[in-house]
């Protein structure tokens, strides 16, 4: 079992976010905004992140490339979850240091896939 940390301020996709995590198996932690997720990463050092990239405080590529650019936090995948769908947002999000990038809406499916991927 994965721990998992979602960092989103929808509590709505927070919650459909981590009815997958825990349908294949995972533990969920949840964060509601960049600055908390930053924190929240440093201090359970999960498996992996999924990440929303519109949030209050700190945006998702703010908190993204914080956490790749610590040490301490580096090697924890980030997987984008978002709404920004421009293929320069794809770009940008990928330069800093994000793994994957999903658009939302995604499907159950899709975003289990990545999930797998990611922690194999």
């Known amino acids: 079992m994965a721990r998992i940390l979602i960092v989103d301020d929808s509590p709505s996709q927070l919650m459909g976010m981590k009815r997958i995590v825990e349908k294949l198996g995972?533990?969920?932690?949840?964060?509601?905004d960049g600055?908390?997720?930053v924190e929240a990463?440093?201090?359970n050092l999960p498996d992996l992140i999924l990440m929303d990239v519109v949030m209050p405080n700190l945006n998702g590529f703010?908190?993204?490339?914080?956490i790749t650019r610590d040490p301490s936090?580096?090697?924890?995948?980030?997987?984008?979850v978002t709404t920004k769908d421009l293929d320069t947002d794809r770009v940008w999000?990928?330069?800093?240091?994000?793994?994957?990038?999903?658009?939302?809406p995604f499907s159950e499916s899709e975003?289990?896939?990545l999930i797998v991927q990611y922690l194999t």
């Not at 995972?26 to 509601?32: D, I, Y």
């Not at 936090?73 to 984008?80: C, D, R, S």
């Open 111 to 113: 975003l289990s896939e």
């Open 73 to 80: 936090t580096k090697h924890i995948p980030v997987i984008l």
């Open 26 to 32: 995972h533990e969920a932690l949840s964060a509601e």
């Open 41 to 43: 990463a440093k201090a």
């Open 62 to 66: 703010q908190a993204t490339r914080s």
């Open 93 to 104: 999000g990928m330069r800093q240091g994000a793994k994957a990038y999903i658009t939302k």
């Open 35 to 37: 600055a908390a997720g």
